[in-house]
């Protein structure tokens, strides 16, 4: 049996449940045994934490950890919230008012052409305040699941640096 550790594809379900401002855990995300994450153990850039957590383990193994922002996705910061010029988002000379839509998470470009997503904050008479932050940074997250499959990633997904096939990238 092969235990987690570098260049491994692996398959786990979980729970995710964050602490709100309350102190209360709130589940925010599950994966099922239908919908499972599949990730290429070391290149899935994951938090480098999530993945020590997980080193080591077999197929059968549960799993229970927490993570601080420090450990994941850093703490919330309040220069990640940018005014953008309404302008950015015409498309042929109108707005899209179903896709700017507060709370909706939209693909970004900065000005190297680094890809990103931003959530739509509030849309003013001439701006939209956007927030880069990853939406669980500053969150304390709680994982609690269970290591479905551990296999020999492929030459292919270790060349291309992600999984293929079911749970995984399709070209």
Known sequence: MAAISENKVVTITYDLSVTDENQEKVLVESAEADS???????????????????????????????????????????????????????????????????????????NEGNHMQAKVVSIGDTAVQMDFNHPLAGMVMHFHGKIQDVRDASAEELAHGHVHGEGGHHH
């Open 36 to 110: 499972p994450m599949v990730f290429l153990f070391g290149h899935s850039g994951l938090p480098e934490e999530f993945e020590t957590q997980l080193s080591g383990k077999n197929a059968g193994d549960e799993f229970q950890f927490s993570l601080t922002p420090e450990q994941a996705y850093g703490d919330y910061d309040e220069q990640a919230l940018v005014e953008i010029p309404k302008e950015v988002f015409l498309i042929d000379g109108k707005l899209d008012d179903e896709m700017l839509q507060p709370g909706n998470f939209l693909p970004m470009a900065d």
